[in-house]
């Protein structure tokens, strides 16, 4: 229906509800004869009477009743289509995806942020989807996710960026009857880890943690012994519980504590941190749902470090 035919509809229900064209007029911010005209031409449109015009005003027709509810429901309709429309030019209708690792999730911060999000943007539909940092990121190329929280930053990737929003530190996963976990728990040094198994998460899916720990090892003088690569850091930690060998996983891992597992700090001249990125698409106007979860990821960054 065209603006002008639900101008002529607003019209006609405003006469309707002041039973009274000159009312109707002052409302209208217009001149009672183009509103006459108005009248006129809808009932030339729908070929009956509407109106019957009494001594002080005018009340409807069978016809034009039936009209008025029609078009009050009507206008009722456009009304909310538009507020609907500027909710989601706002962002604050529509639908994300959110990637994330499996580690990301246990940091408290990602939890915060998606239960932020829901809280101020309750009518948008909130996608998870949990996998390794390169499918990820491969999934953000393929437009089947918005944005993803990693641990790599982005490389080789032209159409996508990343931001990153944290460190935190590393700690060592170690059998619970290592020799190591038997000790007090200070911080372990890289080099008391040169004859040890290492059980490491696999590298398509971690580069970023991956090659990190590979080039701190190599820092400390020695090439890592890895006898085993996980698809994912939990089930590092589970080959960690069963006696295989140590791990080095970022520090919220260890919320998920592990049956059979120690942990110990990392040395800080390890240099090892594990970092926590926020990657998207590069667009040169992202959506408005993409850009309001940007904004408020960076707003709770700044919160936490103050």
């Not at 009672?32 to 001594?55: H, I, N, S, W, Y």
């Amino acid at each position: 229906m065209a603006v002008i035919e639900l101008r002529r509809l607003r019209a006609f229900v405003t006469v309707v509800a002041e039973g009274n064209i000159t009312r109707a007029a002052e409302k209208l911010f217009m001149q009672q004869p183009p509103l006459t005209r108005l009248l006129k031409g809808l009932e030339d449109e729908f070929g009956v009477a509407l109106l019957r015009r009494l001594p002080r005003g005018v009340e409807t027709t069978d016809a034009g009743n039936l009209l008025f509810q029609e078009a009050t429901k009507l206008l009722e309709q456009a009304e909310n289509l538009t507020n609907t429309m500027q909710r989601v030019a706002k962002g604050d209708r529509g639908s994300i995806a959110i990637g994330f690792t499996s580690s990301s999730a246990l940091h408290p911060f990602v939890p915060q942020v998606l239960r932020r999000y829901r809280d101020i943007y309750p009518a948008v539909t909130t996608q998870l989807d949990e996998s390794g940092s390169g499918e990820l990121l491969q999934a953000l190329l393929n437009k089947k996710i918005d944005v993803a929280f990693v641990r790599m930053p982005v490389s080789g990737m032209p159409e996508l960026k990343s931001d990153q929003i944290l460190q935190e530190p590393m700690l060592v996963a170690l059998p619970d009857k290592h020799r190591l976990a038997q000790e007090n728990d200070a911080p372990v040094t890289l080099t008391e880890l040169v004859s040890e198994p290492f059980i490491l998460y696999r590298r398509l899916a971690g580069q970023g943690l991956y090659d990190a720990i590979l080039a701190a090892c190599f820092r400390a003088g020695f090439s890592p012994t890895i006898v085993q690569e996980a698809p994912r850091l939990t089930s590092c930690l589970s080959l960690v519980g069963a006696g295989l060998g140590v791990s080095i996983v970022p520090a919220s891992m260890a919320r998920l504590g592990g049956e059979g597992i120690h942990y110990r700090p990392l040395s800080a001249d390890s240099g090892l941190f594990a970092s926590l990125y926020l990657a998207q698409r590069k667009e040169s106007k992202p959506s408005p749902v993409i850009y309001t979860f940007c904004e408020l990821v960076k707003s709770l960054l700044a919160e936490r470090q103050g």
